[in-house]
C-alpha cells in the first residue's frame, strides 16, 4: 500500500497537478485582476476606510500603455473569503466629450472589478467602498475624488 501511495504521488507530482488551497484567490495583485501589461499609477493606491478610520482594504488605479485603458480594483483586507456589498468605480473625463462613469458593484469575496475604460487624452476619478455584512454600520471608501493622472 505505501508503493502505491508514493507512485501515485509521484504521478501527480508529475503531472503538475498541484492542490491550491481554498482562498487562494485573494492572493492576486492587482496587476494580475487587470492584466497584462497594467501597472500601478502614481497616487493609484489608496486606503478603503471608514470615517472612524477602520480599513477594510485598498481600491488601486491602474493604467496600460499599450491599450490607453485604465483600470480600477477595490481588494479587500478584512473579511476576505466572505460576500459582502462592495464596488469599483472609475470616471473618466475625455477632453471636449461627455465624462464616463463604469462600476463594479455586488458581493463580493475577495475584490471587485476590474473596471477599465479607455483614456488616454483624459483625467480620471477613482473609488472603491466596503460594507461588512452586520459588522459595521459605516461603509468603507477611499480613493480620488479629484481629477487627476490627465494623459
Not at 500603455?65 to 479587500?76: D, H, Q
Not at 461627455?98 to 475604460?117: I, L
Amino acid at each position: 500500500m505505501l508503493a502505491k501511495a508514493i507512485l501515485l504521488t509521484a504521478a501527480i507530482g508529475l503531472s503538475g497537478v498541484v492542490a491550491t488551497p481554498a482562498g487562494a484567490t485573494a492572493a492576486r495583485s492587482p496587476e494580475s485582476i487587470c492584466g497584462s501589461g497594467f501597472w500601478i499609477v502614481k497616487g493609484g493606491t489608496q486606503p478603503v476606510k471608514t470615517s472612524s478610520g477602520r480599513r477594510y482594504g485598498t481600491v488601486y488605479l491602474l493604467y496600460s500603455r499599450s491599450s490607453g485603458e485604465n483600470c480600477v480594483v477595490t481588494v479587500k483586507s478584512s473579511f476576505v473569503g466572505t460576500k459582502t456589498p462592495m464596488s469599483a468605480m472609475l470616471t473618466v473625463q475625455p477632453k471636449g466629450k461627455k465624462v464616463v462613469e463604469r462600476v463594479d458593484s455586488g458581493k463580493f469575496a475577495y475584490y471587485a472589478g476590474p473596471v477599465k475604460y479607455y483614456a488616454a487624452n483624459a483625467c480620471v476619478k477613482f473609488w472603491g467602498s466596503i460594507k461588512p455584512n452586520g459588522h459595521d454600520p459605516a461603509v468603507a471608501g477611499g480613493g480620488r475624488q479629484a481629477w487627476g493622472n490627465c494623459t
